[in-house]
Nanobody, 122 residues
């Protein structure tokens, strides 16, 4: 069964850090783009960070550049999103995605995880 499972969400104060992980089952990021997206209540899902299969090229939303870092493990079965200097505006459900169908940060991917909640208080 194809599956993406996110973990690492939680509640932090502004300025804090969280590390999200996405474990892929029956999927590999070896040949497919993978990324992190988020959705706040009442808002559309938006791209946060995406990484190419090679691991050498990454894409970030302007709002998170310099604060978030996406990476993948050597086995290409796990994605990680290190989030530093968190802001209340970063609050939302964070989703892992696999197999891009469009531009890297466009939320058109073939596979999605169930999401993990991130809440940042001021």
């Amino acid at each position: 069964q194809v599956q993406l499972v996110e973990s690492g969400g939680g509640s932090v104060q502004a300025g804090g850090s969280l590390r999200l992980s996405c474990a892929a089952s029956r999927l590999s990021f070896r040949y497919y783009r993978g990324g992190w997206f988020r959705q706040a209540p009442g808002k559309e899902r938006e791209g946060v960070a995406v990484i190419e299969p090679s691991g050498t090229r990454t894409y970030y939303a302007d709002s998170v550049k310099g604060r978030f870092t996406i990476s993948q493990d050597n086995a290409k079965t796990m994605l990680t999103l290190q989030m530093n200097s968190l802001e209340p505006e970063d609050t939302g459900m964070y989703y892992c995605a696999h197999s891009s169908l469009d531009a890297p940060l466009s939320p058109r991917y073939r596979y999605w995880g169930q999401g993990t909640q991130v809440t940042v208080s001021s």
